[in-house]
């Protein structure tokens, strides 16, 4: 039901700046029936592929046939985007020209060349956004730290979504390959390998599992991977589901934190790595137990993993002293314009590091994508986080 909502909404948004520009501005520019045909091929195009994919598919669409949808969604936002800034600079000039009898056409010329660059914007999010890996280098100071921590380094990766990587593996070798070019003392993952279901990772495993640190890979669980958002038969089979995901990261020599902590050791010195289940805000899964976590590590230097980044502030630190947590979660909605994205209305802390006092908060915005094959600015990330006293 979800998916179907979504799906008039898209195709809403593609055909009313469509039918606008059409009755505006192409008839009467030009009189030639099949040149008017034409205009309205690409709208009658994407709109019977999804109605064929809508009612040749399940209720698992977005499970079976998540390449085809994000493709039909890239191509809808190709043309519905750019057709809508370009109506509503049409309308403006409308406005002003029947009000104040201003010229229309520097309102239409602009209109133009702003949806000339959105739509090339979002063919190159497309095409080499989306695996245009990006190391960011950050430090976080804390006096606290043991003096053999000075100088650690992490690498952070989150929201891999394996499950949209089906046909380009490469990248995933490729993302491998510049993790271990780190040489990082230590890789965490935070969350979300799979988009719904444990056998996105079948063949991937062998590439996953040549991440490398001295002080080996650990992991939580994000929202995604509890297979929450696929329709099962029943409640077994998505429990069946989970634990096929938790002997998979094992058997790639993942250590998953399950409220649960590791105690790692370097240089003579210690600190606590501690990962709990999900928690975010609702409609989200609420399975982390930060107390079980954290119980024997009182009084050391302490970071931990957990998925979604409105868990620092909600328990993290008016329960506790965590020094430093690690997130991922918010994609910063596969988008950065000018240092901004729209994930900073539901975020508070969406991307890069926070503080308060000397407590940090670092999210991660992800590897991967959900549904719509696109990136702008918002790169995949590769963290390296170098801890320094």
Not at 152 to 160: K, M
Not at 189 to 205: A, I, K, P
Request: net charge negative; with cysteine.
């Amino acid at each position: 039901m979800h998916f179907l909502s979504s799906t008039k909404l898209l195709l809403l948004f593609l055909v009313v700046p469509d039918t606008y520009i059409y009755y505006v501005h192409v008839l009467h520019k030009t009189r030639n029936i099949r040149l008017r045909i034409a205009y309205w091929l690409p709208t009658l195009l994407l709109a019977t592929g999804y109605c064929i994919l809508l009612c040749t598919s399940g209720e698992n669409i977005m499970a079976h046939h998540a390449y085809a949808i994000g493709k039909l969604t890239v191509g809808v936002f190709l043309f519905a985007i750019p057709k809508t800034l370009f109506m509503l600079f049409s309308l403006i000039g409308v406005l002003f020209h029947r009000l104040l009898h201003w010229c229309r056409l520097p309102f239409t010329v602009t209109g133009l060349t702003v949806g000339a660059v959105v739509f090339f914007s979002i063919l190159y999010g497309t095409l080499f956004g989306i695996n245009r890996f990006e190391v960011k280098e950050v430090e976080f100071h804390h006096p606290h730290l043991p003096q053999g921590f000075d100088g650690y380094r992490i690498v952070q990766l989150s929201d891999i979504h394996i499950g949209s990587w089906t046909e380009d593996p490469a990248s995933i070798e490729k993302l491998v390959e510049l993790v271990n070019e780190q040489h990082p003392d230590l890789v965490v993952f935070t969350g979300d390998l799979v988009n719904q279901r444990s056998c996105e990772l079948n063949g991937f495993q062998p590439i996953l599992s040549r991440l490398y640190a001295r002080n080996g890979v650990y992991s939580v669980l994000g929202n995604h991977d509890y297979g929450s958002y696929y329709h099962w038969k029943d409640p077994k089979e998505q429990t069946a589901n989970l634990k096929r995901l938790l002997h998979e990261e094992a058997s790639m020599d993942w250590r998953l934190l399950n409220n649960d902590h590791a105690i790692l050791h370097h240089q003579g010195d210690s600190i606590a790595l501690i990962g709990v289940e999900n928690d975010g805000e609702p409609p989200f899964s609420q399975f982390a137990d930060l107390t079980k976590a954290t119980e024997g590590t009182e009084g050391m230097f302490r970071i931990l993993l957990s998925h979604n980044p409105t868990h620092w502030r909600q328990e993290v630190l008016p329960t506790t002293d965590i020094e430093l947590m690690l997130a991922g979660h918010t994609h910063a909605m596969q988008s950065i314009i000018l240092g901004y994205s729209l994930a900073s209305l539901i975020y508070p802390e969406w991307g890069g590091l926070y503080t308060e006092g000397n407590r940090g908060l670092y999210v991660n915005i992800g590897i991967g994508y959900v549904g719509l094959p696109f990136r702008f600015g918002a790169w995949p990330e590769i963290t390296v986080l170098t801890l320094r006293r």
